[in-house]
């Protein structure tokens, strides 16, 4: 099953939604009892039941069940600062279905898709919960205000992604490569600017640091923003890893690595090695990461570095000037890792695509 991570265009529907203001206000519990954090969101466990708290609103509500005998409620992240994205394994219905679920945490509505004989891959927008569903049956874009678009009909369709409001996937051609498509969403809510994380207190067995913001904690890994860089601390051991200066900013955490960016470039540091590659960048260029890979567009054009051979050289997937960069990850026919697929949209407004597999560490 693809995954997607943090082409031929073609012409797609519209999903129309409007954001709500915000307020402000206090919720949730100490971070150590957290299940999931972000600046805006903390989901905690009460009674038996997940509960998150948008701290924009002060509003707390229950998503899912803690953990039961038919039910855990797994959470895969926050996309605009307030849809929640979340994974109710064994809630899908009779036959125990994993519940793929994004919430509205002002307005509590929901999209929603059931993972049941078939699996499932997922990726969010502000608002919109893309799938494609297993044994093919198309892609699809169901927004929490109601709206269902179909961007795919085809059987096999899948490797979904997204870079900003474009979508991004692949269809089986008849031959040996899939055809790569592409839409783009109009109508998906701005997401809200970037909130301060409060001040990160204990979680396990990384200590309080009264100068680090709290930007993520996940149960596994906490990471902060400091004065001098972002730091990732492992809660269960303690181990800490330091990137960047004043200017670095966090961008994505995988099972694998942390991504940054900074004024002038992107990094991909690796955590079992410690080893960190880094792509020059001017600000706003695009750039992604996945578990093994950075991908970024440089003055040189597009460019994919891997994490695992951090003294190679840089691979040059697209000479010219690109945009709406994006990568899922794809089991591999022939090994158990996933490769990472690549897509992006060059110059000349055609989206296109490039798998990278992965390799050893060295």
Aim: charged share 20%; net charge positive.
């Amino acid at each position: 099953m693809p995954r997607a991570l943090l082409f031929t265009a073609a012409a797609a529907g519209a999903v129309a939604m409007m954001p709500t203001p915000a307020t402000a206000a206090t919720c949730g519990v100490a971070q150590s009892r957290a299940l999931f954090e972000t600046p805006e969101v903390q989901v905690f466990a009460s009674k038996g039941k997940a509960v998150a708290c948008l701290r924009a609103t002060g509003r707390s509500r229950v998503v899912g069940p803690r953990s039961s005998g038919r039910a855990t409620t797994l959470v895969r992240g926050v996309a605009g600062g307030r849809w929640l994205s979340i994974v109710r394994a064994g809630a899908g219905g009779t036959d125990q279905a994993d519940l793929h679920q994004l919430i509205d945490l002002r307005s509590g509505r929901r999209a929603q898709v059931a993972e049941r004989r078939n699996r499932v891959e997922t990726v969010t927008l502000p608002g919109v919960l893309i799938h494609a569903l297993g044994e093919g049956r198309g892609v699809v874009a169901r927004s929490t205000s109601g709206r269902t678009v179909v961007l795919s009909r085809v059987k096999g369709a899948e490797g979904i992604a997204a870079a900003g409001n474009r979508v991004y996937w692949l269809e089986p051609s008849g031959g040996s490569d899939p055809k790569v498509r592409s839409a783009r969403l109009s109508g998906v809510p701005t997401a809200a600017g970037a909130a301060t994380g409060p001040a990160a207190q204990t979680i396990g067995s990384c200590p309080a640091d009264a100068d680090g913001r709290l930007l993520l904690h996940d149960r596994s890994r906490v990471v902060t923003q400091r004065p001098d860089g972002v730091r990732v601390c492992n809660r269960w051991t303690g181990k800490t890893w330091n990137v960047g200066d004043a200017q670095t900013t966090f961008t994505a955490l995988t099972t694998a690595g942390v991504a940054y960016r900074s004024p002038t470039s992107a990094g991909l540091l690796r955590f079992s090695t410690s080893a960190r590659v880094e792509l020059p960048l001017a600000a706003d260029a695009p750039s992604v990461a996945s578990e093994a890979f950075l991908v970024g567009a440089t003055p040189d054009g597009l460019r994919a570095a891997n994490a695992a051979k951090s003294t190679a050289p840089a691979e040059v997937l697209d000479a010219g000037s690109v945009t709406d960069v994006a990568a899922a990850l794809v089991p591999a026919s022939d090994r158990p890792e996933d490769d990472t697929v690549v897509y992006w949209t060059d110059a000349d407004g055609k989206a296109r695509t490039a798998t990278l597999p992965v390799t050893t560490e060295g």
